[in-house]
């Protein structure tokens, strides 16, 4: 894809996943993966600023003999993703209005 993701998109995307269901940071991974690049690299970051942020708690959860540490959206999450898609519908509409050809101001 030519378009970088930004931090907020990146954010909200894994808000809507996780807005969905609980689940661990490999499968969020691959889940957001399956829609755009994205390394585990670069997911752990926005984790643990959404987490710093009050939008996520963790649990552990034990499977085969170890914990795997599960992701789950808090209310306020819930709240931010709401505001996230709110600005991303207007933010998609201007940039679709703008790609169709739908804004032209001529200097006269």
């Known amino acids: 894809m030519a378009f970088q993701l ?22 969020l991974t691959q889940n957001i993966r399956s829609i755009i690049e994205i390394s585990e690299s670069t ?9 710093k942020d009050n939008c996520l708690t963790t649990y552990d959860q034990p499977c085969q003999g170890r914990n795997r540490r599960y992701y789950q959206i808090t209310e306020e999450g819930k709240q931010r993703l709401e505001q996230y898609m709110r ?20 200097c006269k």
């Open 43 to 51: 997911l752990y970051p926005v984790l643990r600023r959404l987490q």
């Open 6 to 27: 930004g931090a907020s998109l990146l954010e909200a995307c894994v808000l809507a996943v996780l807005a969905r269901g609980d689940t661990y940071g490999y499968i």
């Open 87 to 106: 600005d991303w519908s207007e933010y998609k509409e201007k940039v679709d209005l703008v790609l169709s050809g739908g804004i032209n101001h001529e």
